[in-house]
């Protein structure tokens, strides 16, 4: 039990490593957080259209120019958080429901195989599939890191072109000023962004 809490505490801690900004080389030309917050305020093209996919989406943007904004709606590291224990999860709860039935049909089919050649008593073989299969998850993780930071950007710029309106109610505390001071009163908070 103590290995693989260290093991998920590990994966955590790569994948909050993975979505760290750090200076990007692309297109031979070094950017850092200032030009990457930059390419973030850019205008884009006014003909983005709305519901695009994943596949369409990574020819687009660049995964390595992501910048972390309070609107997000996709986190990077609990996407790759989750693709650590179910290969494939991370990408579903992005909204690549079918990538992550790729991958999580890759795993089931490496566990598959690896039963029937123990069964068969290929011990060499047994490691041959258990290595890809561990290779498969990594992909999946870091694969669930980068749909989720794909899809921030695509949302980003539907934001900035006026397609996404965000309506959030959330708990908060007033305070009135009555006779005898001010009094404090609890209440809900309708924040609309469009």
């Known amino acids: 039990m103590k290995n693989i809490i260290l093991l998920s505490a590990a994966i955590f801690l790569f994948c909050?490593?993975?979505s760290a900004q750090e200076p990007v080389i692309f297109n031979n030309q070094s950017y850092g957080y200032d030009q990457a917050q930059t390419y973030a305020q850019q205008p884009v093209s006014p003909m983005l259209p709305l519901d695009m996919k994943y596949k369409e989406l990574k020819k687009i943007y660049n995964y390595r120019m992501y910048v972390p904004t309070l609107y997000d709606r996709h986190s990077p590291a609990w996407s790759g958080v989750a693709s650590f224990f179910i290969p494939g999860l991370g990408q579903m709860v992005n909204g690549s429901?079918?990538?992550?039935?790729a991958w999580l049909g890759g795993s089931v089919a490496c566990s598959i195989a690896s039963g029937v050649a123990m069964e068969a008593g290929a011990d060499g073989l047994v490691l041959a599939i258990?290595?890809?299969?561990?290779?498969?998850?990594?992909?999946?993780i870091v694969d669930a890191v980068r749909v989720a930071k794909v899809k921030n950007m695509y949302e980003a710029d539907l934001r900035r072109q006026g397609y996404v309106y965000d309506v959030d109610l959330y708990p908060s505390v007033n305070y009135v000023r009555t006779g005898s001071g001010l009094k404090p009163t609890a209440g809900m908070?309708?924040?609309?962004k469009f």
């Open 130 to 140: 258990g290595a890809g299969a561990l290779a498969l998850n990594i992909c999946s």
């Open 97 to 101: 429901v079918g990538r992550g039935f």
């Open 189 to 192: 908070t309708l924040a609309l």
């Open 16 to 18: 909050a490593a993975a």
